[in-house]
């Protein structure tokens, strides 16, 4: 089993910072990461892509958050970052993380997501 973990959402300004993390922990075999994305889903509306990032490196990133979010990974702590910098109200939504490993489910794991508000 793989557990996934958010944090660092909050409450923020418009034109303001925040940090996600996404934390990996549980059976998971070495060297076999294939990629994590963060999705977010606002109320009333559909679930949507935020950014991509697989084990090669490639990065993807949604229309609507491209030039100010940016994300990461750390291998050495299975984590993976979402900079989201110049915040703006139609960002508020829960984010949650979702990761594929080879040799594990196809569907992947999810986490149990982080809210974010942006708001003055």
């Known amino acids: 089993q793989v557990q996934l973990v958010e944090s660092g959402g909050g409450l923020v300004q418009p034109g303001g910072s925040l940090r996600l993390s996404c934390a990996a922990s549980g059976s998971i075999p070495s060297n076999n990461f294939m990629g994590m994305g963060w999705y977010r889903q606002a109320p009333g509306k559909q679930r949507e892509l935020v950014a991509l990032i697989n084990s090669g490196g490639i990065i993807i990133y949604g229309d609507s958050v491209r030039g100010r979010f940016t994300v990461s990974k750390d291998n050495g702590k299975n984590t993976v970052y979402l900079q989201m910098n110049s915040l703006k109200p139609e960002d508020t939504a829960v984010y949650s993380c979702?990761?594929?490993?080879?040799?594990?489910?196809?569907?992947?794991?999810w986490g149990q997501g982080t809210q974010v508000t942006v708001s003055s």
């Open positions: 979702r990761a594929w490993y080879y040799g594990l489910r196809q569907d992947g794991y």
